[in-house]
């Protein structure tokens, strides 16, 4: 049986407690809030080492790439080890933003062949059911893993385009901003034509947990041996999909690039309203 991508703070502490504790990774992350340092440095999950997404993460690129192009292997296997993580760990990411930076690492780590899970609830979840929290840095003794990248499916802008009528392709960004109504950040509004909205927050309960599997499988059941991809404005959220998805039984590929890519890139078509 496979591992679970979700890990609860119950579990988390025990295995904390254990003599082979996972690494965890504090992946504190927001669009209003892009360096997590000093909210990481005022308390985090002890012994939990902080993961930047810009320059770890996600690399500055062309426009052409999107706004948060995946780093080379190279460079993300330099990260990982630098984040103290050996051959045979295993790895718990959370954040404080619905999980959704943590889905980023957790989909990254997981591709390149590192053992991950989610901290359902992130921060939040561990201080209710009592955690503790450190304050501080955390600077571990570098490790030496290999990565094995390419181990999840993926989508280029030419993939994600035909899956969009082959398959499934799911928007997972608010409505508004897949029917076009608004657009915040990137050069044009709308979707991918045959694209699908299912936005992300919906997989979400009040207090920032997925969705119990049973629900999410209901949401989903439609996609029962329908080939899935999923993109949002720049692969971050989108990756959340994917969690989502993996927890209701299905393999969804990722488009990194996502709707910032597909709308700085010339002569792509964009679709507007509610309709794919």
Known sequence: MSMSPLITPSELKAELCSLTPPVVLDVRYRLDAPDGAEAYRDGHVPGA?????D???A??????????????????????????????????????????AAARAWWMLTDAGVPARVLDGGLRAWRAAGGALETG????????????????RRLDI?????LAYSGVLL???APERYRGDVEPLDPAAGHIPGARNAPTTENLDAE???????????????LEGQSVGVYCGSGITAAHAVLALAVAGHDAALYPGSWS????????????????
Do not use: C, K
Not at 208 to 222: H, M, N
Not at 261 to 276: I, M
């Open 208 to 222: 920032g947990r997925l969705l119990a599997p049973d629900v999410l499988r209901s949401r989903y059941a439609d």
């Open 158 to 162: 030419d993939a994600a385009a035909s």
């Open 171 to 173: 928007d997972a960004r």
């Open 49 to 53: 080492v902080y993961v930047r997404m």
């Open 137 to 152: 840095e955390v600077t571990p003794t570098p490790g030496a893993v290999t990565l094995h990248a390419g181990q999840r």
């Open 55 to 57: 320059g770890e993460l």
């Open 59 to 100: 690399v500055h690129g062309a426009a052409s790439e999107g706004r948060h192009p995946l780093p080379s292997p190279a460079d993300f296997e330099r990260s990982v080890r630098s984040w103290g993580i050996d051959d045979g760990d295993t790895v718990v990411v959370y954040d404080d933003w619905n999980s959704f």
């Open 261 to 276: 890519q597909w709308s700085n890139t010339p002569d792509r078509p964009v679709a507007t309203g509610d309709r794919p």
